[in-house]
């Protein structure tokens, strides 16, 4: 099995920044690519950012392009979410997400989930 454990949620003002964390777990050997994803109030969670572990395949949505950046720390098997410029549209449960593949990243296509950290911007 494999573990995602996400940290760094909190709330910030407009215009601020925030990092999150996502560490993983287990049988990391499974895992090809990772993943964020968010889901704010009465929507569906929607596809932020991907990263092979590798580093040599990325992909970002273009709601957050130039403002939320995706990197990894192979060796320490945790990805990171650098979000800047934050807006209140940005608001919602952050998740992490693993797959053992490099595919659609579509919730459905995930084969591994963390259990979310909250982010709320608001003046």
């Known amino acids: 099995q494999v573990q995602l454990v996400e940290s760094g949620g909190g709330s910030v003002q407009p215009g601020g920044s925030l990092r999150l964390s996502c560490a993983v777990s287990?049988?990391?050997?499974?895992?090809?690519?990772m993943a964020w994803f968010r889901q704010a109030p009465g929507k569906e969670r929607e596809f932020v950012a991907a990263?092979?572990?590798?580093?040599?395949?990325?992909s970002i949505a273009g709601s957050v392009e130039g403002r939320f950046t995706m990197s990894s720390d192979n060796a320490k098997k945790t990805v990171f979410l650098q979000m800047n410029s934050l807006k209140p549209e940005d608001t919602a449960v952050y998740y992490c997400?693993?797959?053992?593949?490099?595919?659609?990243?579509?919730?459905?296509?995930?084969?591994?989930w963390g259990k979310g950290t909250l982010v709320t911007v608001s003046s």
């Open positions: 997400a693993g797959d053992r593949a490099w595919g659609y990243f579509r919730p459905t296509d995930m084969d591994y």
């Open positions: 990263i092979s572990w590798s580093g040599g395949s990325t």
């Open positions: 287990g049988h990391t050997n499974t895992v090809y690519a």
